[in-house]
């Protein structure tokens, strides 16, 4: 089936427990992407109450909604827009970042795909909040029908004014424009992603002092957000500020549009309350289980670089509100907060079920792969390290496992996160630290294990 094809399919199920508020009309049968479908079901309503609120209410009402950024690092979007430096005089610039990078994420490309008018109006209303003299809308370069279908999307929206000069005639101008990416993962981290917007080559900026709010695309001060994080913000002009913090629970208001796949019988999309449900729920319910006969091996909880959960084990401690927990895997919220309580994130949203059908060393080796290759190569640590840890996980996977290996790659792993540029280098080391602690055994049998037969099967990654 062609991706057209396979985007057009209509009646996708939507599973009744789903609170879908931004996804709210991607899939049904008689909604498409243009501007009057989007016009006929409400569109751009929100903007034109925007445009007769003063800008600082509208960054009020972010702030109030609390909402955090879909992107990866669950920032409060309202908190980053008030660290806007205004005071230099120099233009302000907003981005969306839609390179959607992270391994096992699949969610901006299905509102783009079939809402783009949804986050142009989101953008609108953001670019007038903040007063940006100039949006981009920075999408990867691998995505090329998400570019055409936004790129159309924008002209019709120049077409009534939406966008553009003296914006429904509220002497605010802005203009839009779509930027394709550089195919490469490190174009999703928003300083590589302004490096590759003024035209070189993506190497991230060190922070500080390259705070986009600060010194972003041509040293101006520069928002970067998320796909789904922008369009949140068309909703909470609908709804409020207050309101909208009533979704969800307190410190993780809103929804979130999770990306499920791996070993489960329906991988999808799924936009669900934040906090109301559990990766338990997710993983069985949404996602309809495992395979017949297999169990679960590990979770890999938001996206290839978040630290891995082993099946089985138990996460204990204590909430910011104090409340005490002991948790399986099935238990922890489904949410910010509670992945990170769990010793890692929620990060892009991408949920990898892993069952027993794999082996975990080739898991890794595949991860260690992906990193390897999308280190920029500024950092040593990260260039040379992600380098080394793809080489032991490749040998250990393809029947060459030596006794050292595990300590070893443990060590290297220490030994890049924290002294980067960027948070590739967590990235990169996050996976094999985990890995190896959590699997130790396996890691270790693996230089047990008859060379021979490992040689001869299919794992192969050099
Ligand atoms: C290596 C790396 C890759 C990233 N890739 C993406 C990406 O593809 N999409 C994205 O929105 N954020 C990505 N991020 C996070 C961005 O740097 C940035 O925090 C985000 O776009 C801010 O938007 P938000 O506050 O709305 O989440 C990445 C970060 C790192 C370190
Ligand atoms: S951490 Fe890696 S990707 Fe980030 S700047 Fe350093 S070398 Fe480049």
């Given at each position: 089936?062609?991706?057209?094809t ?16 931004i ?23 929100q ?13 009020q ?17 309202g ?20 390179d959607?990078?992270e391994?096992?994420?699949?969610k ?12 142009i109006?989101?953008?609108m ?14 999408i990867?370069?691998?995505m ?10 924008i ?27 550089a195919?490469a ?22 922070k500080?002092?390259?705070f986009?709010?600060?010194?972003g ?12 994080t ?8 609908e ?6 913090a009533e ?35 997710l993983i069985n ?6 395979r017949?006969?297999r ?27 104090g ?15 509670g ?6 994130m ?8 892993i069952?027993?059908?794999?082996d975990i060393v080739?898991?890794?080796a595949n ?43 443990a060590s ?15 990235a990169?080391?996050?996976?094999t630290?985990?890995?190896v602690a959590?699997?130790q055994?396996?890691?270790?049998d ?15 990654m050099?």
């Open positions: 089936m062609s991706l057209e396979h985007i057009a399919r209509k009646n996708l199920a939507i599973h009744p427990k789903e609170r879908r508020i996804l709210k009309h991607a899939d049904r049968p008689d909604y498409d992407a243009s501007i009057d479908c989007y016009l006929r079901n409400g569109g751009y309503d903007q034109k109450k925007a445009f007769s609120m003063k800008p600082e209410e509208i960054c009402e972010v702030l109030d909604a609390g909402v955090r950024g879909r992107g990866g690092a669950g920032f409060p979007a908190m980053k827009w008030k660290f806007l430096d205004r005071k230099s005089g120099k233009p302000i610039y907003l981005i969306c970042n839609a959607e990078s391994p096992g994420t699949f901006d490309r299905q509102i783009i795909h079939k809402d783009p008018h949804q986050l109006e989101g953008m209303i953001s670019a007038f909040a903040i007063q940006a003299a100039q949006a981009f809308i920075y990867r370069e691998e090329p029908y998400g570019a055409k279908i936004l790129e159309e999307a002209e019709e929206a120049r077409a009534k004014n939406l966008l553009g000069d003296n914006i429904l005639g509220s002497g605010y101008s802005c203009d839009l424009v779509v930027h394709r990416g195919a993962y490190i174009c999703g981290e928003e300083t590589g992603l302004i490096e590759s917007l003024e035209g070189k080559r993506a190497y991230p900026r060190i500080p002092p390259y986009p709010a600060a010194l695309l041509y040293m101006c001060p520069t928002i970067v957000n998320n796909v789904e922008l369009c949140n913000v068309k909703h909470i002009i709804m409020g500020g207050h309101a909208y979704i969800g629970k307190p410190g993780n208001t809103g929804t979130r549009i999770w990306s499920l796949s791996g070993h489960v019988r329906k991988p999808g999309y799924y936009e669900l309350e934040n906090g109301v449900h559990t990766y338990g729920d319910e949404f996602g309809g289980g495992l017949d006969g169990q679960l091996q590990a979770v890999i909880p938001g996206g290839s670089s978040a630290k891995v959960w082993r099946a089985g084990e138990r996460f204990k401690g204590k909430l910011r509100s409340e005490e927990f002991d948790w399986a895997i099935e238990d922890v919220p489904l949410d910010f907060d992945p990170m309580a769990a010793g890692s929620s990060g892009s949203g991408a949920v990898v079920v069952d027993d059908s794999v080739e898991v890794l991860i260690n792969a992906f990193y390897a290759h999308e280190s920029c190569g500024q950092c040593t640590p990260c260039r040379e390290g992600s380098l080394w840890m793809k080489k032991i996980t490749t040998r250990m996977a393809n029947g060459g496992a030596r006794e050292e290996d595990t300590a070893l790659l290297i792993g220490d030994q890049i996160a924290g002294r980067t540029i960027c948070a590739h280098g967590e990169c080391a996050w996976p630290q985990s890995f959590k699997f055994d396996k890691f270790l693996k230089a047990k294990q008859d060379p021979e037969q490992l040689s001869k099967r299919d794992f192969r050099v």
